[in-house]
């Protein structure tokens, strides 16, 4: 007989944490993942979504709490979906995070790092320096809603700041909305994309109808109350142009102090969102690389050059492969107005790679791996035809990285020396890892 699907209020003792950072109980011998709860704790919670073999529930009481809990910053906390874990420690949100990533490498890779790595930390708040805000025209409430999802339906949070978002954009959310309830195409503008550099901040509409002369006068004025630049995007990617000012003198960049790097970007290219905790990585990358004036290190997934530039201030030569070649454009602009002539840059699809490529058997000494959240498989699977002595691999997602480790350990001859956690995202249940290799 069907279980019954059960609409009132249930209490229940919080029997462990899933990797999201969400409390679990077992009820009726059916899991039940309850957002906000933590393990040890006795909790009230109403179900939400049902699923096969588990449900989803929102905490409505807490009536003996963890010594983890802590109160969350945050006055939008207990309805955005953007961070869940600001009710957790700091300390134990990482605890979660590399029990993950230990969970992953156990049971996806069978393997275990000759050493673990102390969790990579920074800031806790006002990190975030790219980020893309969804945007709404709620009637209803009288305004235009702007901000990240809800945690338990596919709303718009109403919030009005946002603490890990960069100054001054974490107390720019209620102007944004303001700004956009006022003009003409408030329903047809669904999103805006943040990104904060060195030298100034960056906002793109995305708008899906023609501005009014009015709008127009919004959008300037707002730009130059703000003193930032404004960008619109009217169609793909490519269509994103700069409206206010009406130029500017120099791109956006960040810089990367301790190899005397300066990198340009655009408003929409790929960054990593914590400043802070990109340097140490950069730095932790080619220190583990121990690159020397002799070596030849290929750069997988290169993007913009955040890992071959620096590189390329400690390598003999050094090759980056990126897929988007407006990106690998970027990149090689980047080297130039570095002054650096000994690194390269090429398009290729590396997920389609079969071994026959020129680059490919060039011969290289140390390899680094920074992939989206898919991992490297096809890459890992031909790592004998690059056949490096140090691999560095950078991961957004735990499980490819477990599944990419095994390869490279049980198929490809590597050691794994080392792995941890790089808390790039704080409060939130993202879980960025590094591992190093060594030939066995």
Known sequence: MARKKRREPETAAITSVAHDGRGIAA????????????????VTFMRRKFRRNFDEAELLEVH??????????????D????????????????????????????????????AWLDSMTGPLWNYRRRARLAVKDVPAKGRTLVGF??????????????????????????????????????????????????????????????????DEALFRSFGER??????????????????????????????????????????????????????????????????????????????????????????????????EKTLVERATDNARRNGLDNVTFRVADLSKIDGTESWVRQGWDRLLLDPARSGAAEVVTRMHLFNPERIVYVSCHPGTLARDAGTLVHEQGYRLDSAGIIDMFPHT????????FTKS
């Open 27 to 42: 009820t009726e011998g059916k899991k039940v993942f309850v957002a906000g709860a933590l393990e040890g704790e006795t």
């Open 64 to 77: 003996e709490a963890s010594p983890d809990r802590i109160d969350a910053k945050c006055e939008a906390f």
């Open 79 to 114: 309805r955005c979906g953007g961070c869940s874990l600001q009710h957790i420690s700091p300390e134990h949100q990482r605890d979660i995070k590399a029990q993950t990533l230990r969970d992953n490498l156990e049971r996806i890779g069978r393997v275990e790092p000759g």
């Open 149 to 214: 999802r809800e945690r338990h339906a596919p709303f718009i949070a109403d919030m009005h700041r946002c603490e890990v978002l960069a100054k001054p954009l974490d107390s720019m959310v209620a102007d944004l909305s303001e700004l956009v309830s006022g003009l003409s195409i408030r329903a047809r503008l669904p999103q805006i994309e943040v990104a904060v550099a060195e030298n100034d901040i960056a906002l793109v509409f995305r708008v899906l109808d023609p501005l009014t002369e009015a």
């Open 226 to 323: 703000h003193e930032l630049r404004i960008y619109l995007q009217t169609g793909g990617l490519d269509s994103v142009a700069l409206f206010y000012p009406e130029s500017v003198d120099e791109p956006l960049y960040y810089t990367l102090p301790e190899f005397k790097i300066q990198i340009e970007f655009e408003p929409i290219d790929f960054v990593q969102v914590n400043s802070n905790i990109n340097q140490r990585m950069v730095h932790f990358a080619v220190e583990q690389l121990a690159v020397g004036p002799a070596d030849r290190v290929l750069d997988l997934f290169c993007g913009i050059g955040n890992f071959s530039l620096p590189l390329a201030r400690k390598a003999g030569a050094v090759l980056g492969i990126e897929g």
């Open 429 to 436: 249940a993202h879980v960025e890892s590094i591992a190093v």
